[in-house]
């Protein structure tokens, strides 16, 4: 995969992803800027269970759709001392 030339963005994601205090990063922008570029290589470097799921579906995925991705993650058995990494 080639890699993403924004380092700054991949350390700031990166050091919030590794924080003792687990909370939702939502990573927004235009589209074509790079933002799964970022999250699959999140996701590379990930040592963790991970799971990716694209939601760029015509229409906005439902909070059910959210609650299954969820809930799928969730079962993955835990690995390499990190914590389970949800993409959607």
Do not use: C, H
């Not at 003792?20 to 699959?40: C, D, E, Y």
């Not at 694209?54 to 991705?69: F, G, K, L, R």
């Amino acid at each position: 995969m080639k890699q993403y030339s924004r380092k700054n963005l991949y350390d700031s994601l990166w050091k919030r992803l590794q924080g003792t205090v687990n909370l939702l990063q939502v990573v927004t922008g235009p589209r074509q800027i790079g933002k799964t570029t970022l999250a699959l290589q999140m996701m590379e470097s990930w040592k963790g269970s991970k799971m990716y799921q694209t939601a760029d579906y015509p229409s906005i995925p439902s909070a059910e759709w959210i609650a299954v991705q969820w809930q799928k993650a969730r079962e993955l058995p835990f690995t390499g001392g990190n914590d389970t990494l949800l993409i959607l």
